[in-house]
């Protein structure tokens, strides 16, 4: 079993910046991809941004150039750094991570923003 927890949302102005980190726990050994999701009310959850193991990325084009995903491996843990932040992208953030033929969600976190 895997345990997700989120952190680093909140309120920021257009054109500001958040990080979001997943930190997961349990009995893990080697984590496959990992990724991030938004969802906003009456739309369907979409990806952001995800990252494989050995380190690629895919990146919605709505935030290419402005937002970067990245992995620690030793923590098990996935960031989204957030830059030049609009208010569409105002949403709740999902970590996703893939384990052993699994899927696990974190509990989301809210970003909101706005002047």
């Known amino acids: 079993q895997v345990q997700l927890v989120e952190s680093g949302g909140g309120l920021v102005q257009p054109g500001g910046s958040l990080r979001l980190s997943c930190a997961a726990s349990?009995?893990?050994?080697?984590?496959?991809?990992m990724g991030w999701y938004r969802q906003t009310p009456g739309k369907q959850r979409e990806l952001v941004a995800a990252?494989?193991?050995?380190?690629?990325?895919n990146y919605a084009d709505s935030v290419k150039a402005r937002f970067t995903i990245s992995r620690d491996n030793a923590k098990n843990t996935v960031y989204l750094q957030m830059n030049s932040l609009k208010p569409e992208d105002t949403a709740v953030y999902y970590c996703?991570?893939?384990?052993?033929?699994?899927?696990?969600w974190g509990q989301g976190t809210q970003v909101t923003v706005s002047s």
């Open positions: 996703k991570v893939d384990y052993r033929f699994s899927s696990y």
């Open positions: 349990g009995s893990i050994f080697s984590i496959n991809n």
């Open positions: 990252i494989t193991s050995s380190g690629s990325t």
